[in-house]
C-alpha cells in the first residue's frame, strides 16, 4: 500500500484553497470523517459513525444521517501516487478532523509569509512506528490497523532582516526543494504532523455509498453565483436566520408554479423560495427570497403516470384555471350588480314624497325589514366570497407543485458557509424528507475537472 499525494499553494492556490475548504468544512461538523482515495481523486466524506456500522445500509437518507461529500478530482494534485492491493485501487481511512484542520492552520501562516513550498500527503504504516499494535480484540476479532498520515512542509525563516528572494533551486524528491537568498542566513524548518488514522476494511468501505433521495418529484432551484449581481444579496438572504439564536428547526417552503399561459412573460419570477420560522406558539415569520430564481422540476421515471401520482402532484388542466378566472368574473359583475340596483333604488326614493303618518309607520316597518334582508344578502355575499377564494386558493394550490421540509437550523448555516466558496450552486428539495445542497467548485485551469460538494440533509422532524 502507499499513497503520496502533493499541493503547492504557490503554484495552484485556487486548488489549495479547495482542498482547504472542504476540510475545514467538514471538521465543522464532525469530530471524525473519512478520507477516500481512488484513481479518480480524494473523496471527502463525513458522516456518522452509526451510519458507517450499519451493514444494512440502502444508500437512502434517514433520520441522523446528514452528510457531506466532497470529491476533489486528481487533476488539482501537483502529484497523486497511490497503489493499494485492492482491485479498486483504493484507500479509506477514518481520521481526525481537528489533528488535521491543525495542520492545515500552521500552513497558512507559511503561505502568508509568501514562502513557496509544498505540502506533501503520505501514508506510513503502522508497521514502521508500531510494532507491538494489536490486531485482534478481545473477542479474538480482527481490529482495523491503525496508521499515520504524515503532511509535511517547509517554512523558510530569514534572519538580520533580509529581503525575501523566492527563489528555489535543485528539488529533492525525499526533502523537498531548496531555498537560496542571495547569501543571507536563512533558516529552513520542516514541519512535520503526524495525524493517526484508521483503515477501514473493504466491507466498511462498500458500506459507504453516497445516498439517494427518494422523492416523487424534485424542486431543483439554480441559486444566484455567489459572485455575480445577486450573490451577496442572496446570502444575506441564507443568514438571516442567524438572527435567532433560539431556533432550531426551520421549514423551507419551495413553490413552481406550473404556467399554462401561451403568453408567459419569461421575464416575470415563476418561482418561489421562503424561509418558514414557526415557533410553536410564540412567534412566526417568513424570510422570502425575492431575487431572481429559476428551478426545474426533477420525476421519478419510476413514480408512473401522473394518473397514478398523488393528488397534490398532479397538474390542474387548463380548463379549470379558466373556469376560476371566469368564477372571479361573474363574482365581480354580482357585486357591481347590486350596487346598480341600490343606485336605482335611492334614484327612486328621491322622487317619492309621503306626508302622511300611516305611511311614516309603513315605511318604519319596512325599512326594519329591508335593514333585515340587506344584513342577510351581507352575510350571504360575504360567505359567497368566502367560498370563492378558498376555490381560488385551492385551484392555485393545485395549479402549483409546493415542496417543503422541516430541517435543522445548523444544517442550513452550514449551506450559507458554504455557498461563498462555490462557482456553481444548486439546492434540490424533496417535499417532506430531505434536501441537498449541491456546489461545483472549479480548480486553477478551466481544463481542470471541477470538484464537487454535496450537503445531503434529512428532516428533521415531519410536516405537521
Same mark, same amino acid.
Request: glycine share 0%; with cysteine; net charge negative.
Given at each position: 500500500m502507499k499513497l503520496k499525494v502533493v499541493l503547492n499553494d504557490q503554484q495552484s492556490p485556487d486548488d489549495y484553497k479547495l482542498f482547504r475548504t472542504a476540510v475545514s468544512t467538514v471538521a465543522s461538523l464532525r469530530d471524525t470523517a473519512v478520507l477516500r482515495f481512488t484513481d479518480d481523486g480524494l473523496t471527502i466524506i463525513s458522516t456518522s459513525k452509526v451510519f458507517l456500522n450499519d451493514s444494512t445500509n440502502t444508500s437512502s437518507l434517514r433520520g441522523e444521517t446528514d452528510q457531506l461529500w466532497c470529491h476533489l478530482p486528481r487533476d488539482m494534485f501537483l502529484s497523486y501516487k497511490l497503489a493499494s492491493i485492492r482491485k479498486s485501487n483504493t484507500v479509506t481511512m477514518e481520521y481526525n478532523c481537528d489533528a488535521l484542520l491543525t495542520a492545515f492552520k500552521r500552513f497558512d501562516k507559511i503561505i502568508g509569509q509568501g514562502t513557496p513550498t509544498d505540502f506533501k500527503i503520505s501514508l506510513i504504516p503502522s508497521s514502521q512506528w508500531n510494532q507491538t499494535a494489536p490486531q485482534h480484540d478481545e473477542d479474538g476479532e480482527a481490529v482495523n490497523p491503525m496508521h499515520i498520515l504524515s503532511i509535511t512542509f517547509q517554512e523558510v525563516v530569514y534572519v538580520n532582516n533580509a529581503q525575501i528572494n523566492n527563489t528555489t533551486y535543485g528539488n529533492d524528491t525525499h526533502n523537498g526543494p531548496s531555498y537560496s537568498n542571495g547569501g543571507t542566513n536563512n533558516k529552513v524548518i520542516v514541519h512535520n504532523f503526524k495525524v493517526p488514522v484508521k483503515l477501514l476494511f473493504k466491507v466498511q468501505d462498500l458500506s459507504i455509498i453516497e445516498p439517494s433521495i427518494i422523492h416523487e418529484s424534485l424542486i431543483l432551484y439554480d441559486l444566484p453565483p455567489s459572485t455575480g449581481a445577486f450573490g451577496q444579496a442572496f446570502l444575506n438572504f441564507m443568514k438571516r436566520i442567524e438572527r435567532y439564536s433560539n431556533v432550531r428547526d426551520i421549514r423551507l417552503h419551495s413553490v413552481r408554479r406550473k404556467d399554462t399561459d401561451d403568453d408567459y412573460n419569461e421575464n416575470e419570477?415563476?418561482?418561489?423560495?421562503?424561509?418558514?420560522?414557526?415557533n410553536e406558539l410564540h412567534w412566526y415569520l417568513e424570510i422570502c427570497w425575492n431575487g431572481p430564481l429559476t428551478s426545474s422540476v426533477v420525476q421519478d421515471d419510476e413514480s408512473g403516470d401522473e394518473s397514478q401520482q398523488s393528488p397534490q402532484r398532479q397538474q390542474i388542466p387548463p380548463a379549470t384555471t379558466t373556469a376560476t378566472s371566469s368564477l372571479l368574473a361573474r363574482t365581480r359583475q354580482q357585486i357591481s350588480g347590486a350596487d346598480s340596483q341600490s343606485d336605482s333604488r335611492e334614484k327612486n326614493d328621491m322622487f317619492n314624497i309621503e306626508n302622511s303618518e300611516a305611511m311614516i309607520g309603513h315605511n318604519y316597518s319596512s325599512t326594519e325589514n329591508s335593514m333585515l334582508d340587506d344584513d342577510n344578502n351581507y352575510s350571504t355575499m360575504n360567505?359567497?366570497?368566502?367560498?370563492?377564494?378558498?376555490?381560488?386558493?385551492?385551484?392555485?394550490?393545485?395549479?402549483?407543485l409546493l415542496n417543503e421540509v422541516i430541517i435543522r437550523a445548523k444544517d442550513?448555516?452550514?449551506? $450559507? !458557509?458554504?455557498? /461563498?466558496?462555490?462557482d456553481e450552486a444548486v439546492l434540490l428539495i424533496s417535499h417532506d424528507s430531505s434536501c441537498v445542497f449541491q456546489c461545483a467548485l472549479q480548480g486553477d485551469?478551466?481544463?481542470?475537472?471541477s470538484g464537487r460538494?454535496?450537503?445531503?440533509?434529512?428532516? $428533521? !422532524?415531519?410536516? /405537521?
Open positions: 419570477n415563476n418561482d418561489q423560495l421562503k424561509i418558514i420560522i414557526d360567505k359567497d366570497l368566502y367560498n370563492v377564494s378558498k376555490m381560488v386558493e385551492k385551484a392555485e394550490q393545485e395549479n402549483n442550513w448555516k452550514v449551506c $450559507s !458557509k458554504l455557498y /461563498p466558496v462555490c485551469t478551466s481544463e481542470e475537472e460538494l454535496a450537503y445531503y440533509i434529512t428532516r $428533521s !422532524k415531519a410536516l /405537521p
